[in-house]
């Protein structure tokens, strides 16, 4: 069964610095989330990919994040410079939507900021 | 904005128990979504339930989207259950999730 593959599962970085997460959606979906989940907090929606531009983001995506589909297959989270805060989970989901909505999740990226 | 609300917020059990998980919503919502969070942290799609009730082994699902809450079933339960469950849903009009904050389920031996 198709699934959605995520790089790496966990990363580990310093304060200030850039990182890239990255995800390989569901080969024939057209729509693409990130969302991120803060240990024992809920999940929270951050962004919505189609058509390759944003078509929805929340407060919490802010300037310091950026996605990008380089290619056919990847889809991307970029961090600029990384706060203390943006330790988390994040998950990449996608959806076909013309047929249905259901999302489909990552396994997730353990983000872990020291 | 919408707001989720799943209770009970913590259930322990024994194996082999029974329990019901409801989700409630503040507002209408389409294309449903249940999922298992497995102690690794990986959320794992239970049901894509917008209306009516979908079996699927032990679990089962059923929204009954008018007055705006579902229900997830997990009979004679197993410790391999235990994890955090969610509910989540976009709005009417726009397609992100909203999440609900979870049942944290224990099943023990």
């Known amino acids: 069964e198709p699934e959605v593959t995520q790089t790496p599962s966990h990363q580990v970085t310093q304060m200030g610095q850039e990182v890239i997460l990255r995800c390989v959606p569901i080969s024939n979906h057209l729509y693409f989330y990130w969302y991120r989940q803060i240990l024992g907090q809920k999940v929270e929606f951050l962004v919505s990919?189609?058509?390759?531009?944003?078509?929805?983001k929340s407060e919490i995506f802010d300037d310091q994040f950026s996605v990008e589909r380089p290619d056919g297959s990847n889809f991307t989270l970029k961090i600029r410079s990384t706060k203390l805060e943006d330790s988390a989970m994040y998950f990449c989901a996608s959806t076909q939507r013309l047929v249905s909505h259901e999302q489909y999740f990552g396994p997730g990226t353990r983000l872990t900021v020291t | 904005g919408i707001q989720v609300e799943q209770s009970p917020p913590d259930l322990i059990l024994q194996e082999g128990a029974n329990s019901t998980l409801r989700c409630n919503f503040s507002?209408?919502?389409?294309?449903l979504q249940w999922f298992h969070q497995n102690p690794w942290g990986q959320l794992i799609n239970l049901f894509y339930i917008p209306s009516g009730t979908k079996q699927n082994g032990r679990l089962s699902a059923t929204t009954v989207a008018t007055e705006r809450y579902s229900l997830l079933y997990i009979s004679s339960s197993q410790t391999t259950d235990s994890g955090v469950y969610f509910c989540a849903g976009p709005p009417d009009s726009n397609y992100q999730l909203i999440w609900g904050a979870g049942t944290k389920l224990i099943i023990k031996p």
């Open positions: 990919f189609y058509n390759n531009e944003i078509s929805e």
């Open positions: 507002d209408s919502v389409n294309n």
